[in-house]
């Protein structure tokens, strides 16, 4: 999903044209991407899907680590295909997420198990919205208004670019790096697993 819109970049900008939204919705595409390969995750996801994790690997004791962020778990089936319900585990963090783990409640009976076969790769299944949130974070939101800003105005830099944005002569020249405050808010986020 797109973390922010055309038109909230063209009223950062101050510019009421229409003419650049295709422009703008491509390069939105692209920073969306590059920021999801960037911190490792996706920051707004809208529909539940299905991830298989390891009934050794991703074990230590009564927790299973997802190795990566759920904003919301739907269901947790054991290896055994068993449905363990809600009331028989704890997310990590325990209360708001996103989560990065789940703990067996040690008055719930369960351990984590293998398949049926006995083996632990894939054995158990977590459905749920895989990524930090069910809707983008503010910070994030300007963080990618301020990138594709930057990389509208990058398409006019014909010279030798500063290392900090420049006006002359009515023309905004960006600098050849992506600015500095906006790696700042992404490198809140990179690396916290």
Known sequence: ?????????????????????TLLTSLIARATAWIEQYVGFSFEVS????????????????????????????????GDTTVIASTKYVTEPRNDGPFYAITLKSSSGYVWENDSAGDSEDAITVEGRWGWSTAVPSDIEHATIRMVAWMYHQRNNQTEQPDRTVIMEGAIISPATMPKDILSIFDMYRGRL
């Open 1 to 21: 999903m797109a973390y922010t819109t055309a038109a909230n970049v063209r009223a950062y900008m101050s510019s009421s044209v229409n003419a650049d939204d």
């Open 47 to 78: 529909a539940d899907t299905d991830r298989a994790l390891d009934a050794s690997a991703d074990v230590d004791g009564m927790t299973l680590y997802f190795g990566t962020w759920c904003a919301s778990i739907t269901t947790v089936t054991n």
